[in-house]
């Protein structure tokens, strides 16, 4: 029998050599004295409120796991503040209590989801790693790793095929990013020209292995490379230099040019949990972060460079302090859920 010829391209056949347009690197974001004094007090509100809810963890008043965000709160709020709420989706993985923050939700449902209290934005029934408000477009805290990437993927869909003009932004870390199911999204989102933004926060550790040791390609950006989804590494702790890849990848990815990777650099300074002593690595290198790469002193100095006094930035952080301890306050006197609550919300009855 003949061997069959080669095939060739018809108007059927896709080009074998698709667009290969990058983004142009991003600029640094030349934010305002407004502008970054806004950025610095929602970064430091992360901060505060973490840093009780690690205090209330501690007095059992918080059950379950419990996830902190000190140290990456740059990234959050440099690539949130560019985004539209109840126009663009953000969904996360269990890390996500400095999300919804940034998305402007109610400090005080916040803590009392947290305390599991009805009051909670999830009537408590969600807890730390589980939060939702569709509302905001703030679809969740998974608790499964890599789970939020595929759903964000769907959601990405649902922007695309309503014609809203919605982005999908999906946060996962270096760990999750070793997960299968990721690139089966990468790979349909690409296919599909979506509209997603897949937000890689490489704070080194995932649970508790280095970067070093568990990836073998450690720049996480390049891992769009095969799909042909270009990627940008970007200073996590900056919170301006976020907010300029956050302006670079909206500007993209609104223009039909489909998916695109950000790799925010960036470190938690506690352990992987409140559970989580993080033997793993000095208390050297944690201080080390701490003094020379802390987002908030970084934006700190930035305002005083344009003009804010010390004695100013101190009454920030007190007024934050005050709404931080006024959540607490509400968490724990407002009531838990009643008992019948145990039987709702388990299946969607109409659609």
Request: hydrophobic content about 35%.
């Amino acid at each position: 029998m003949a061997r069959s010829a080669k095939p060739t391209a018809s108007a059927e056949t896709p080009p074998l050599t698709p667009n290969r347009a990058r983004p142009p690197e991003p600029t640094r974001f030349e934010a305002s004295k407004d502008q970054l004094l806004d950025f610095y007090k929602q970064m430091l509100l992360i901060r505060r409120f973490e840093e009780r809810a690690g205090q209330l963890y501690g007095l059992g008043l918080i059950g379950g796991f419990c996830h902190l965000y000190i140290g990456q709160e740059a990234v959050a709020v440099g690539l949130q503040s560019a985004m539209t709420v109840g126009k663009d989706s953000v969904i996360t993985g269990y890390r996500d209590h400095g999300h919804m923050l940034a998305y402007g939700i109610d400090p005080n449902v916040i803590m009392a989801e947290l305390t599991g209290r009805a009051a909670g934005i999830s009537k408590g029934k969600g807890g730390s790693m589980h939060m939702f408000s569709v509302e905001h477009g703030f679809y969740g805290g998974h608790g499964i790793v890599g789970a939020q990437v595929s759903l964000g993927t769907g959601l990405a869909f649902k922007h695309q095929y309503s014609g809203d003009g919605g982005v999908c932004l999906s946060y996962f870390g270096d760990g999750a990013a070793n997960q299968g199911q990721v690139y089966e999204s990468f790979n349909m989102a690409e296919l599909w020209k979506l509209p997603a933004i897949y937000a890689i926060e490489n704070n080194q550790y995932a649970m508790g292995t280095s970067v070093a040791r568990s990836a073998s390609e450690p720049d996480f950006y390049k891992r769009g490379e095969s799909f042909r989804i270009p990627g940008l590494q970007v200073d996590g702790m900056d919170v301006l230099a976020v907010r300029g890849a956050a302006e670079t990848a909206l500007e993209w990815v609104r223009g039909g040019n489909g998916p695109i990777i950000l790799e925010l650099k960036t470190y938690r300074y506690r352990g992987h949990s409140m559970s989580d002593p993080a033997k793993y690595r000095s208390r050297e290198e944690v201080q080390g972060f701490r003094e020379h790469h802390d987002p908030i002193d970084r934006a700190a100095k930035e305002l005083e460079a344009l003009g804010a006094r010390e004695d100013e930035l101190k009454q920030i952080d007190k007024e934050i302090k005050d709404i931080v301890v006024e959540a607490a306050k509400f968490a724990e006197e407002t009531p838990e859920p009643e008992a019948a609550e145990l039987h709702t919300d388990v299946l969607v009855e109409s659609y």
